[in-house]
């Protein structure tokens, strides 16, 4: 019961701001090329990150690293490439492949656009950064004043709550 009710407090008595403010946030330029954007990932160390887009001055979505996979084996299977492939000898042909088909081809905001960019601001309860996890979500962004100043995943919330019902600062 005692645990119970430190979890209902946490929940209820803190705001998403209790997570703070990151001093660096990885973020993808919409008009760059879908491998210099996977490398960025790569480099950075980590699985995904929002992609803004200047020209409408809104972030369209996440890119993921599943992305890069579900694209690369589409690639694979679908265009019948040789084994010894590339990862951005694939990426290219993948492209391409696309391109011909009169579409617009592949971009790193068609991939994003996959990953929805929701958000939670500082001010608000916890409750909304966990309804967005649940969702089906693993990373939400926080946002104050149009940017990004932090993204909570899951492993955030629960070492915070971790730390609160054990009383560890």
Known sequence: AQFKARVLEFLRHNT???FGTKKEITEIDSNTPIYNAFQTLLSKN???APVWDKETRTYVGFLDMRDLVSFVVFVYEEQKVSEDTRLIDLIKH????FKTCGAEGVTVSHLARRNQFLYVEPHQSIDS???LLIGGMHRVPVVKDGKIINIVS???VM???SRHVT???
């Open 16 to 18: 998403v701001d209790v």
């Open 94 to 97: 993948g492209i391409g492949s």
């Open 154 to 156: 899951q492993t955030n």
């Open 159 to 161: 070492t915070a709550l």
């Open 129 to 131: 950064l966990i309804g």
């Open 167 to 169: 009383g560890v600062t």
């Open 46 to 48: 980590v699985l995904s």
